[in-house]
T-cell receptor
Framework: AQSVAQPEDQVNVAEGNPLTVKCTYSVSGNPYLFWYVQYPNRGLQFLLKYITGDNLVKGSYGFEAEFNKSQTSFHLKKPSALVSDSALYFCAVRDTYSGGGADGLTFGKGTHLIIQP | NAGVTQTPKFRVLKTGQSMTLLCAQDMNHEYMYWYRQDPGMGLRLIHYSVGEGTTAKGEVPDGYNVSRLKKQNFLLGLESAAPSQTSVYFC??????????????FGPGTRLTVL
């Protein structure tokens, strides 16, 4: 079975400071990892994904994430936070052993990111 | 392209009533999904479809039915609504090619309240 944990319900960061949103996962095989962002009253938007290769993945809006296999983590980062980054962030995983690629992702519970001016 | 659209955006039902949520996508995606989002619980998969005429159960399928009669549409039905089905419902779709790698595209959601 696959699972993902986002240990922080909320992260507060001052504008201009670096931000990190944490995510850890558990899979049987190798993971495919995703980050999505949800703005108020909107659907989820894809930010970035890790499939294989370079452990540092760059995505939309200046976000990046670092895959760490030994720590089973995929933390989302940004060097300088903007007030407009305030949103709900979801980490998601699927196991390479899951059949066919058809079934849905397993999502974390989400982390509210609040950027203070 | 409109992407993934959902109708209605909001709905209030009384316990025992039925309704159908419609999801439509114009990206020619093979795979479609229905999730529900509840506070503090993330998104949970209700049902999914790998193509026209096929559906499968997800993590929380009880109380819901689905149909995929056309490739571009995925319907979610509640036959007898219960207060526990109060939630925000999201539809998503994904390309089939290299499907394990592909991200899902989400609709804007339907906020359902069951009284």
């Amino acid at each position: 079975a696959q699972s993902v944990a986002q240990p922080e319900d909320q992260v507060n960061v001052a504008e201009g400071n670096p931000l990190t949103v944490k995510c850890t996962y558990s899979v049987s095989g190798n993971p495919y990892l995703f980050w999505y962002v949800q703005y108020p009253n909107r659907g989820l938007q894809f930010l970035l994904k890790y499939i294989t290769g370079d452990n540092l993945v760059k995505g939309s809006y200046g976000f990046e994430a670092e895959f760490n296999k030994s720590q089973t983590s995929f933390h989302l980062k940004k060097p300088s936070a903007l007030v407009s980054d305030s949103a709900l962030y979801f980490c998601a995983v699927r196991d390479t052993y899951s059949g066919g690629g058809a079934d849905g992702l397993t999502f974390g519970k989400g982390t509210h990111l609040i950027i203070q001016p | 392209n409109a992407g993934v659209t959902q109708t209605p955006k909001f709905r209030v039902l009384k316990t025992g009533q039925s309704m159908t949520l419609l999801c439509a996508q114009d990206m020619n995606h093979e795979y479609m999904y229905w999730y529900r989002q509840d506070p503090g619980m993330g998104l949970r998969l209700i049902h999914y479809s790998v193509g026209e005429g096929t559906t499968a159960k997800g993590e929380v399928p009880d109380g819901y039915n689905v149909s995929r009669l056309k490739k571009q549409n995925f319907l979610l039905g509640l036959e007898s609504a219960a207060p526990s089905q109060t939630s925000v419902y999201f539809c998503a779709s994904k390309e089939r090619a290299l499907s394990s790698y592909n991200e899902q595209f989400f609709g804007p959601g339907t906020r359902l309240t069951v009284l």
